[in-house]
């Protein structure tokens, strides 16, 4: 159970961090505001991927899948629409194709599921390419390009809503929902819950934001084809990252997308031909010692200095 | 309490689940073939039989969690066969599981309220539904650990929950899969009282149940499957005294 003061505390700490992303564009150089762009973006993928595979416990990599169809709308729309537009048209495109994808596969269950939406992504990126090549004629297009400072905002407001909504989900009786499912979907089934539907509209939501990042950072890639777009590292490093972070508490995946991106940075520009191999060491590391990621040390660092305080008084 | 009545006196209209020729193969092995039952509003009715004999494949039926390969299953005058287990909850027929399906890093007031807002076609808004939740735990016995996680109780308390998120959905029907299975003598005794109440409040139940002092003390009448296919039916004094039924239970 929360407590007001713990609640309030959140809020503070959601405010202070809203005050400062919005004075980034202020304050700090260019590269520092693509890079926190960046940063926003992998924590927008990894909390919307926590909204789906969080509480049910399906392991989705079809995040590729639903950004690049974000890109890809927004590839071909935004130099006739304006931004906003651009942005829910994106994801309103990647919300249809999770659910009637969600609708049809996810009966499947465990690694079946994995499986299939990791085949889900070469499935839609082999069609764009086949669509490209026999009726456009051309693989890879440009952009009409917004400025960098409009692109961080724009990714800043999605940060916010899917922070908001999933929020709101994890308090809802959808939330409720979810839970159940995760934990036994027969058991859910037989309570009332229509698990499939349940499944298949929050697949969805997640995928929605997903495609609105995919719209938004179309337009920081200036030039994209179907492999850039579709790279299968958007559908592994929300896992990764979420595995990093935690998925129990919604501050969990923000801190594991952002320490990783980080780190990801870090490496790649002081070892450029071993960051791979660190990656890979550190991640083996965080399974090891931190089998509940950094949310796992937190909550227990927490527990102590509770009942630490507790004690005093 | 209403005082139950006979078998014979019920007419037509006072059965509230009617399933007839009920078919469920499983390859080559039939775990129901040509099922018929009965069940009479407000009655108790106990479904016993051996190891594999079917009863469970016989609720998975009822509750939709398995679609009948023939067969009819009438709830309240309605065809309910291929329903999907959501849509069977919501009209009106809850079930518990033989192996302990809660959720176990759920809270106890939790289970009870995912069965109230979607075990029902009607729910009541925020206060009417934490006063009804309330009045369910205190009802199995639960409110004391409310706010413990499902996975913590002990499995007694598991058997409670069970039954509680199943009639936070308001059955008119409820279905019991082995109750008694694994509890002490006094949790057994304390299980038979709140099948007893859950009677009296007027919900039908059918049980299935090895424990033969509950199903004989509890039940208003009694059907024996045997190899998916129904061997005797009858009061629980009929059923004591019939010759089938000892050579199948002594037999195997």
């Known amino acids: ?313 | 309490m209403e005082e139950k009545c006979g078998d014979g006196i019920f007419g037509e209209n006072m059965k509230i689940l009617e399933a007839e020729r009920l078919t469920k193969h499983f390859g080559g092995l039939a775990a129901a073939s040509g099922v018929d039952l009965d069940v009479k509003e407000g009655e108790i009715l106990g479904l016993i039989g051996p190891n594999g004999a079917g009863k469970t494949t016989l609720f998975n039926l009822l509750s939709g969690a398995l679609p009948p390969d023939l067969g009819v299953i009438r709830f309240k005058g309605q065809d309910i066969a291929g329903l999907k287990p959501h849509q069977i909850t919501r009209r009106g027929i809850a079930r518990t599981f033989q192996s302990v399906k809660i959720f176990s890093r759920m809270s106890v007031v939790d289970h009870v309220r995912l069965g109230y807002l979607f075990g029902r076609i009607e729910t009541g808004g925020g206060d009417e539904a934490d006063r009804e939740v309330e009045e369910i735990l205190e009802f199995v016995g639960l409110a004391s650990v409310r706010n413990a996680r499902g996975g913590d109780l002990i499995l007694a308390n598991q058997k409670r929950l069970e039954v509680a998120r199943a009639l936070a959905t308001r059955p008119a029907l409820l279905l019991l899969d082995e109750l008694m299975a694994g509890l002490t003598p006094t949790e057994m005794a304390e299980a038979m009282e709140l099948v007893k109440k859950i009677g009296e409040r007027g919900v039908t139940i059918v049980m299935i149940e090895h424990v033969m002092k509950a199903i004989l003390s509890i039940c208003d009448r009694i059907i024996v499957l045997n190899q998916g296919m129904k061997i005797a039916e009858g009061t629980p004094e009929e059923i004591a005294g019939n010759k089938t039924v000892i050579e199948v239970y002594l037999g195997e």
Request: hydrophobic share 50%; no cysteine; proline share 3%.
């Open chain 1, 1 to 313: 159970m929360k407590t007001p003061g713990k609640k309030y505390g959140s809020f503070i700490a959601l405010i202070t961090l809203l005050a400062l992303l919005v004075g980034v564009p202020g304050y700090m150089s260019s590269y520092t505001v693509i890079l926190i762009t960046n940063i926003l973006m992998y924590v927008v993928l990894t909390l919307s991927w926590a909204i789906f595979s969080g509480p049910t416990g399906y392991i989705s990599l079809a995040s590729a899948a639903f950004f690049g169809t974000g890109v890809y709308a927004s590839a071909l729309l935004s130099s006739s629409l304006p931004l906003p537009v651009v942005i829910v048209i994106g994801g309103a495109t990647s919300f249809t194709l999770a659910f009637l994808v969600g609708s049809l596969t996810l009966r499947l269950k465990g690694m079946y599921f994995t499986m299939f939406t990791f085949g889900l992504v070469e499935l839609v990126r082999n069609s764009l390419h086949w669509w490209e090549v026999n009726m456009t004629g051309t693989v890879g297009r440009l952009i009409i390009t917004a400025d960098n400072t409009t692109i961080f905002y724009a990714m800043v407001g999605i940060f916010m809503s899917v922070l908001l909504v999933s929020y709101l989900i994890k308090r809802s009786r959808f939330g409720l929902a979810l839970q159940g499912i995760g934990e036994s979907e027969e058991a859910a089934a037989h309570s009332g819950v229509n698990v499939t539907r349940v499944k298949a509209v929050t697949f969805a939501v997640s995928a929605f934001f997903m495609g609105a990042a995919g719209a938004t950072m179309s337009m920081r890639w200036t030039y994209i084809d179907p492999t850039t777009a579709f790279s299968i590292q958007f559908s592994f490093m929300p896992v990764l990252m979420a595995i990093f972070g935690g998925t129990g508490h919604l501050y969990a995946p923000i801190a594991g997308a952002t320490v990783f991106s980080l780190l990801e940075e870090l490496l790649t520009t002081k070892f450029p031909y071993y960051y791979m191999l660190i990656f890979g060491l550190i991640m083996l590391a965080v399974i090891r010692f931190m089998p509940r990621g950094l949310e796992g040390v937190i909550e227990k660092w927490r527990k102590s200095v509770e009942t630490g305080s507790s004690v005093k008084t």
